[in-house]
Every structure is written in C-alpha cells, then in structure tokens.
T-cell receptor
Framework: AQKITQTQPGMFVQEKEAVTLDCTYDTSDPSYGLFWYKQPSSGEMIFLIYQGSYDQQNATEGRYSLNFQKARKSANLVISASQLGDSAMYFCAMRDLSFSGGYQKVTFGIGTKLQVIP | DAGITQSPRYKITETGRQVTLMCHQTWSHSYMFWYRQDLGHGLRLIYYSAAADITDKGEVPDGYVVSRSKTENFPLTLESATRSQTSVYFC????????????FGNGTRLTVT
C-alpha cells in the first residue's frame, strides 16, 4: 500500500513567488519522521528539511518550511521567494517502523517536478 | 574523504547475467538502503539494513539479493538481470532514529540489454 502520496506530477511557479508542494502520508506508527529531498537535473539527492511526529512547531530551514498537519496526515513543503535554481524534482519521504522486520524503513513518494519561470 | 560512494557509476549488462552494485560508507551509519528510481515511480525501496547481518525487504525485492557482513558495505546483487531492472540505483545510509536523514550516493545507472 502506498504510504506517501504526492499528487502533483508537475508544478510551475513564477520567480520570487512562493509555492506549496503537497504530501500526504499514512502510518500507524505514532513515532515517525517526515523528510523532503530535492533532486536537481544533475541527479544527486539533497536533504532539505525534517519534521518529527511529536514536533509542536512546523520546521523551517531558510526559504523552506514544512506545513505539518498531523490530523490530516499532510506534510506540505513551502518554498518562499522561488529562485531559478529551485527547478528540480522534490520528494517527500517518511521514516517509520516496519512491522514486518521491526526496523525503521524510509518510504518515498513519486515526486513533484517544479519549474521556476523567470 | 568521509561519505558514501557507489560503484560503478554506469553499467551495461546482458539479460541473464549476474551483476553486483557496490555501496560503501565511511560514517559507520547503522542503516543502509537501496532504492531504484524509475520515471513515474519515484524512489522505490528494494532492501534495507538496520545493522551488519540484519537486512529486510522493501517494496520491490524480487530479483535482488543483499548482504551486509560489514557495517560500511552494502552490496546489491542482481542474480539474473532482466530488462525490467534497467534503472538508476541509489544507495543511502543514515544513523538510527526517526530524525536521521538519509545520505545518498551518486547513483548507478544500470542498463540491461
């Protein structure tokens, strides 16, 4: 069963505008972590931001913030003041307990391709 | 240099051949992961390991074998490669803990002809 859902295959945003990338998740583990990664066209995976399931405040890292709504099981990434260098694939991921093995595994969504327009 | 390295970067093999992708990390991270990335599917977990000699299946383990005799190495073997295994393979490592991000290697682009 899919545990991370990213419903926006592609998004466009005007340079200097803010954009929200959607992510919903499903887990029965009360303890989990949510991550966002950026993958530019060069292919490397870059960690952007983390949100813990018990964190009271939304995470922020520079121009990145995470809109965490626990009851809705959503963890949307907000990028403020978009730059041309933000054009990339963005992946949402969740780390939780794998009941089959009893260890933490990390599941990714299918990603959202963001294009910043000058 | 500390980090996580994958080898080879590119590999072309024929259907039916065995091929091993290597992954080495220098941080002594307990967790290691193998993903494959395909258009429209994002990153799908193949296998992961919580420590040396502890491995578990991910979403798409069929046709793959892993081992982890040492903490720093986590090789992925395709026992009999098929065209459907043409993909970009990423290895990642992390510390234990829900707040620990994954650190990725640069990937191996595998083509099965």
């Amino acid at each position: 069963a899919q545990k991370i859902t990213q419903t926006q295959p592609g998004m466009f945003v005007q340079e200097k505008e803010a954009v929200t990338l959607d992510c919903t998740y499903d887990t029965s583990d009360p303890s989990y972590g949510l991550f966002w990664y950026k993958q530019p066209s060069s292919g490397e995976m870059i960690f952007l931001i983390y949100q813990g399931s018990y964190d009271q405040q939304n995470a922020t890292e520079g121009r990145y913030s995470l809109n965490f709504q626990k009851a809705r099981k959503s963890a949307n990434l907000v990028i403020s003041a978009s730059q041309l260098g933000d054009s990339a694939m963005y992946f949402c991921a969740m780390r939780d307990l794998s009941f089959s093995g009893g260890y933490q595994k990390v599941t990714f969504g299918i990603g959202t391709k963001l294009q910043v327009i000058p | 240099d500390a980090g996580i390295t994958q080898s080879p970067r590119y590999k072309i093999t024929e259907t039916g051949r065995q091929v091993t992708l290597m992954c080495h990390q220098t941080w002594s991270h307990s967790y290691m992961f193998w993903y494959r990335q395909d258009l429209g599917h994002g990153l799908r977990l193949i296998y992961y390991s919580a420590a040396a000699d502890i491995t578990d299946k991910g979403e798409v383990p069929d046709g793959y074998v892993v081992s982890r005799s040492k903490t720093e190495n986590f090789p992925l073997t395709l026992e009999s490669a098929t065209r459907s295994q043409t993909s970009v393979y990423f290895c990642a490592s992390s510390e234990n803990g829900y707040n620990s991000p994954l650190h990725f290697g640069n990937g191996t682009r595998l083509t099965v002809t």
